[in-house]
């Protein structure tokens, strides 16, 4: 079994982004189970606590260690990353020697109401994982804007966009159980 250990960067109850990740996590074939990292709990990171057991921290260290790949799917804040998202990479990093990031494989999506996608957040996240030795999927990339224009009752309703979130997920998910 493949495990895609996703994460939802925002903490919206009516995110769009959630809607294009429960989308691409549908498309999941047989043999590949998808889990989401819940980050909305998470303490903001500090090396302080590195020598202690924070329970929060463990839990999602050991959800990213056990996943065969990461799926973040994120929208853009202030032309960057949200907070939440560089959060959990900065846990996830730490202690020094222990990331989980190393090798680990990575996927990145964005998706916005605006003309560009999120494309800010979406390259700050892929900067982010890279010197921390993530195999980061660099094809095919997915900045999805308009995005709230083809979602009906939270759900991605059109079919251009539907297609094209199928096509990434077909390659996302064939890449990560290699
Ligand atoms: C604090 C804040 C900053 C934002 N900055 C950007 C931005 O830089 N670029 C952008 O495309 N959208 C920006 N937006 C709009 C978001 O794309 C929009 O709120 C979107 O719905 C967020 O995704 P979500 O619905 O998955 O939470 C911002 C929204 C908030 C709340």
Known sequence: MTQIALIVGSLSKQ?????????????????VAVEEVQIGDLPLYTQDLDAESVPAY????????????VLIVSPEHNRAMPAAVKNIIDIAS???????????????VTASPGGYGGINSGLQIRQSLQPLGADVLIAPEVFLSRANAALENGKVADERT???????????????AQ
Do not use: C
Not at 15 to 31: D, T, W
Not at 58 to 69: E, F, G, P, S, T
């Open 58 to 69: 463990d839990r999602v260290r050991a959800q990213l260690k056990a996943a065969d790949a």
């Open 94 to 108: 730490r202690p020094f020697g222990q990331s989980v990031w190393a090798g680990k494989k990575a996927a990145v």
């Open 162 to 176: 539907a297609q094209f979130l199928n096509q990434f997920a077909a390659t996302f998910y064939a890449w990560a």
């Open 15 to 31: 995110s769009i982004n959630r809607a294009v990740a429960e989308h691409i996590a549908a498309q999941a074939p047989a043999g």
